[in-house]
């Protein structure tokens, strides 16, 4: 179902370009391999599921890629420059990354811990850890504003970081199980499985409306144009 709305980012937007066929096959083969690590656990790899499409991102500008080991509390890091995979401590159960491309920030909801860590893509160490509610889930940025939209299962509140101070804020709108930002715009679209409504959130004000798509949402899953693809 399309919704007419400005662009959002979709999930793996870097795909787009031909020139960059190297990261998006290093994107893939990052996947498959978070899904080898459920299967073949007996190897000692790190294991963790993959129930969020947001497990793995990637810095085009960098050409790094991020991808969260949930049971091992790391995000493994590789550099597709020189093929060298690094391993970051983060908090218990990292379910999902989000990249900020113009501050080369990292940002991974640890939904065991109920927090944020925030690592520098230049060192890949984490630099703050932030309290989020209950059970953080998926992530959004706004590389426009500098901030950082997380969504928590056990809460009706997304949580706001400011990039700049590393602070947080509840913005009372509703638990969701997918998000996706806007920037042009500064707007925040939020959807639940069992909600068929599309929350439609002002990012300046927190004002918020809702679009009828249907039951059964689950995530975000592309972008064309001024249409948004659920």
Request: proline share 4%; aromatic share 4%; hydrophobic share 40%.
């Amino acid at each position: 179902m399309d919704v007419p709305f400005g662009i959002c980012h979709p999930i793996f937007p870097i795909c787009r370009s031909r020139q960059v066929s190297r990261t998006c096959t290093m994107l893939a083969a990052a996947i498959l391999a978070g899904a080898v690590t459920v299967a073949h656990a007996h190897t000692g790899a790190p294991q963790g599921r993959m129930i969020t499409s947001l497990a793995v991102a990637i810095n085009p500008a960098t050409h790094k890629v991020y991808a969260v080991n949930e049971d091992a509390g790391t995000v493994s890091v590789t550099d597709e420059s020189t093929g060298s995979t690094r391993t970051v401590k983060v908090g218990s159960g990292p379910i999902s990354v989000a990249v900020n491309r113009v501050t080369n920030r990292i940002y991974v909801a640890n939904t065991g811990s109920g927090s944020i860590s925030v690592i520098d893509g230049k060192q890949d160490e984490v630099i703050a850890t932030i309290k989020g509610e209950s059970h953080p889930y998926v992530l959004a940025v706004n590389e426009a504003s500098n901030k950082v939209y997380v969504t928590n299962t056990y809460s009706d509140a997304v949580t706001v970081i400011d990039g700049v101070t590393n602070t947080a804020q509840a913005l009372m709108v509703g638990a969701a199980d997918g998000i996706a930002v806007d920037p042009r715009i500064n707007t925040i679209f939020l959807m639940s499985y069992e909600d068929p409504d599309i929350r439609v959130v002002d990012g300046a004000t927190g004002a918020t409306r809702t679009v009828r798509v249907g039951s059964h949402l689950w995530e975000s899953l592309s972008t064309n144009l001024q249409t948004l693809s659920i």
